[in-house]
């Protein structure tokens, strides 16, 4: 059984876990790659269904490209999906033209994130964070809880050991399932390779540049590759010691921001 | 790709090594735990192993450096790998942390886990996933607590591939005495826990001294260096050869069809394959290998579905599977029991304490074990055992204990099949703690019968057969629903099993020849069995006119221990034909009911009954309270004085 087997194996079995344990899951996705092997990965557990909705918490700066696949991938996959927006921070005028990144990353991802789990009352929230992205996601439980008010209480996570979560919640508060965590981008990559994932095109080379991360557009910003193909892609990441993350402003706005936007409730 | 330039890095630094090269096949990935006593420099190795096989982002020691000289802080490899405000400001790592890295041979992932007796739970959380462990003990301060705690728990969860690091060689002129008399001791601890060490082996982690190169100031030691000893470890391999076990997770009907999902813990599945689900006993064949998206070619899968894998299934046969049972081939089954021994690890505040109900969830099995007793707790730093039977087993400690569950858990236990013989225990909505369960223990073992026991304690009553025989219209039914009333009003569950129970149901397919009335008594009787194991006290009113039939009855109850008395209801022919309440004598006159009991049947008496009802003499609540006395004497026996069965 190869590595990616077993991560494979790993996840549904967390998919799995998460389905059962939550009266009202929900999958986040933000069409990245990351996103899209989640995507995948459900598709599996669950034997071509797709048994919740699936989020995108739209910040309305999204690259029109994504847009395209997001509609694309509904049609073809076929699941529930709900966007959400947060209206009321747009009205206040909270945007990259007159906002910090951490902010607007604040407002239009975290805050847009309770406004559909209060609305949706949504207990679980499956998620496609990864260990390697980040050192403080690299000290996440797959099963992560948070208070009603949002927060990771990082001080004092629950343990988690021989495939037992937490599975309970109180009122009000829910748990960010994260079958991806134990994956590394080079995993990621090989992984989409293997089971050839439908991808958006900005992940590969357009003119000598391409994206290794995507979020919102005016705060990510393509490297530079001449990477066409998967293969091309993990051969670069073989070399580079450059941090995926790096081309997204809002994590390098201040020390530690990663994790006060985590605390904070960002993913 | 930048560098660090030597002259900037701290005093000792070797120039990056490259990781150990060559042209060997790559391994399979391993994780592996690094563990130790506070302070003896678990964060420092990590970052020092990050550093020198270049696996630290562009740019990220530079700032980290930068970040150290404008505070005069000395720069510290630990700082790579402590990413929490809090944790970098006590320069103590509090949760466990995964990091990926890899060198030219294998793809690592690193679990740095706190060594502050305060995070255990996160210590354990980490080990508890890895391959293997090195064990870090600082050179000048030799085995502490933690070291040995962490020592302890590896061999509970498990961990067979150890290699001991004696750190920090440098603190004491890399002196060989020192490092061999740290391994004697460490030898000694280990070899007691059944984790002997592959390796022991001298570091200096903070300059970078026999993690990846072999370093001139212990050209004593002929061992392998940090990496090679671990590049000898292995990933653990998931159980395969083993016997089947696969753990239900779930059942899905996103169509007409039953889809078993669940994860092979061991052995494998293929089409075709017999499959047993436990505890439960139903069993079929393996019908289909659900898998998505659909091949290429048309073809469905056949398995093998080897272990470690996560599938779905279909069977041949429509049962009512439910998540949490075991799959397994009949012939080789796990375990089945309510009882079992068990060493367990706690880590909650409050203690686990003995007589408590405490949720327990092993695989995807649920259910609740009360903790029978604590044998002994070990005390996991000296491990010296208490001298009796604890009442509590406290936050961090380990103990030896028996649980009893209130329903029966499908394990395998010892050792076999590891992943089958774990599971944790819950307070709330939190795990807090941990066990593996060494031995099923007979049920008969715990003084009056276990299996029963439990219901004993659920119920506050044992099961009992109150048999109640007489002819047709003697008062057999209205006395057997007032005795349900009365007995249910007592707190006691009862069922009444008559004539009208049985010919409407289990019995419907049966007529009134003589071979029939056999097979209905039969199935009377094993029904009664039946609900009288699972605790219910049975009212079975039935004309039953033979000795011989009734004689069997009391026999089989005796033989499974259950308590059985038999009822003479006793009214005169004349006076049950004149009630005549169901108009069946006037049919059997009539010639429309062949072999009628009284009729052209014969009624043997009994010569003995436990108790005797005249019905034609003695009021319904007059006779219905002597039932109750003796129904309730059999169900509630007095409690004995030697306490056997005090434990329920």
Known sequence: MSHLDELESNSIYLLREAYHAFERPAMLWSMGKDSNALLWLAKKAFCGNIPFPIVHIDTTYEFPEMLEFRSWARDHYGFDLVVWINEEARARGI???????????????????????????????????????????????????????????????????????????????????????????????????????????????????????????????????????????IEELKVTRISERAGRAQDHHERNAMQKLRAKGFM | MTKLSDTTLPAGAPAAAAPSAGTAPALPHLSFVVVGHVDHGKSTLIGRLLFDTHSVEEGKAERIQAACKAEGMEFEYAFLMDALLEEQAQNITMDTTRVPFRTDRRAYTIIDAPGHKEFLKNMITGAASADAAVLLVDAKEGLREQTRRHGFLLSLLG???????????????????????????????????????????????????????????????????????????????????????????????????????????????????????????????????????????????????????STAITLADELFIERGQIGGPPEDPPSVSYYFTARVFWLHADSLKVGELVPLRLGAQQGEGRIASIERTLDAVTLDASTGPATEVKRHEVAEVRIRMRRPLAFDAGGRLPALGRFVLMRGRRIAGGGVIDAALRDDAVGGGGLSANRVALLGHRGTVIWMTGLSGSGKSTLAQELEKRLLRAGVLAAVLDGDVLRTGLSRNLGFTTEDRRENLRRAIELALHLADAGV????????????????????????????????????????????????????????????????????????????????????????????????????????ENGAGADI
């Not at chain 2, 440098?170 to 008399?181: A, G, I, R, T």
């Not at chain 2, 753990?247 to 092979?264: E, K, N």
């Open chain 2, 159 to 309: 961990l067979r591939q150890i290699v001991v690091a004696v750190n920090k060689m440098d603190l004491v002129n890399y002196d060989q005495k020192v490092f061999d008399s740290i391994s004697a001791e460490l030898r000694e601890f280990l070899g007691r826990l059944g984790v002997p060490p592959t390796h022991i082996v001298p570091i200096s982690a903070k300059l970078g001294y026999g993690l990846i190169s072999r370093s001139e100031h212990f050209s004593w030691y002929k061992g392998p260096v940090l990496l090679e000893a671990l590049e000898q470890f292995r990933s653990t391999p998931p159980a395969a050869g083993a016997p089947l076990r696969l753990t239900v997770q779930d059942v899905y009907r996103f169509d007409a069809r039953r889809i078993v999902a669940g994860l092979v813990e061991a052995g494998s599945l293929s089409v075709g394959d017999r499959i047993e689900f436990f505890p439960g006993g139903k069993h079929s064949v393996i019908k289909t290998i659900e898998e998505w998206p659909a091949r290429a070619d048309g073809s469905t899968p056949k398995g093998p579905v080897g272990a470690g894998r």
């Open chain 2, 537 to 640: 006290v049975v009212i079975a009113a039935l004309i039953s006119p033979f000795r011989a039939d009734r004689a069997m009855a009391a026999k089989r109850a005796a033989d499974r221990g259950i308590p059985f008395a038999e009822v003479f209801v006793n009214a005169p022919l004349a006076e049950c034909e004149r009630r005549d309440p169901k108009q069946l004598y006037k049919r059997a006159r009539a010639g429309e009911i062949p072999l009628f009991t009284g009729i052209d049947s014969p009624y043997e008496a009994p010569l003995a009954p436990d108790l005797e009802l005249r019905t034609d003499e003695v009021p319904v609540g007059e006779s219905v309270e002597k039932l109750a006395d003796l129904a309730l004497a059999l169900a509630r026996p007095p409690i004995p």
């Open chain 1, 95 to 233: 945007g990259y033209e007159t906002t910090d990144p951490v902010t607007v990353t604040h407002e239009l991802k975290t805050v847009a994130l309770q406004q559909t789990l209060a609305h949706h009352k949504y207990d679980a929230l499956i998620t496609g964070i990864r260990r390697d992205e980040d050192s403080t996601r690299a000290k996440e439980r797959a099963f992560s809880p948070r208070t009603a008010d949002f927060e990771w209480d990082y001080k004092d996570q629950p343990p988690e050991f021989w495939n037992h979560f937490t599975t309970e919640v109180g009122p009000g508060e829910h748990v960010r399932v994260q079958p991806l965590l134990d994956w590394t981008e080079m995993d990621i990559w090989r992984y989409l390779d293997q089971e050839k994932v439908p991808l958006p095109g900005m992940y590969f080379s357009r003119n000598g540049k391409r994206f290794r991360s995507i979020g919102c557009m005016p705060i990510s910003k393509p490297v530079d590759s001449n990477a066409t193909t998967i293969d091309d892609i």
